[in-house]
């Protein structure tokens, strides 16, 4: 069974930092595209980062260039999303996923397995 389970959200401080992390099993994550999404209450859900299937690189979102890693541990079939210098608007419900897509993809109807989510609050 193809499966995505997240773990390391939670609440933190304006400023602070969190590492998100994604386990696959079922599959092997270096053959796909792969992808952070975020999705705040009222509001549509977002691709935050992702890692192109084709040759490794990695994009982001400008708005959270220069503040987010996105990386993958292919001896541990894991992603990972370090998030740092936290701001109250990173609030949401956080989701890895993976495509079949050929290349870097942030959108979100090119993913074909989805993580759970686990909550991100970022609040003093």
């Known amino acids: 069974q193809l499966q995505l389970v997240e773990s390391g959200g939670g609440l933190v401080q304006p400023g602070g930092s969190l590492r998100l992390s994604c386990a696959a099993s079922?599959?092997?994550?270096?053959?796909?595209?792969i992808g952070w999404f975020r999705q705040a209450p009222g509001k549509e859900r977002e691709g935050v980062s992702c890692?192109?299937?084709?040759?490794?690189?990695?994009y982001y979102a400008d708005f959270v260039k220069g503040r987010f890693t996105i990386s993958r541990d292919d001896a541990k079939n894991t992603m990972y999303l370090q998030m740092n210098s936290l701001k109250p608007e990173d609030t949401g419900v956080y989701y890895c996923?993976?495509?079949?897509?050929?290349?870097?993809?942030?959108?979100?109807?090119?993913?074909?397995?989805w993580g759970q989510g686990t909550q991100v609050t970022v609040s003093s």
């Open positions: 079922g599959f092997t994550l270096d053959y796909y595209a």
């Open positions: 996923a993976a495509s079949h897509f050929y290349g870097a993809t942030m959108m979100r109807d090119e993913y074909d397995y």
């Open positions: 890692i192109s299937s084709s040759d490794g690189s990695a």
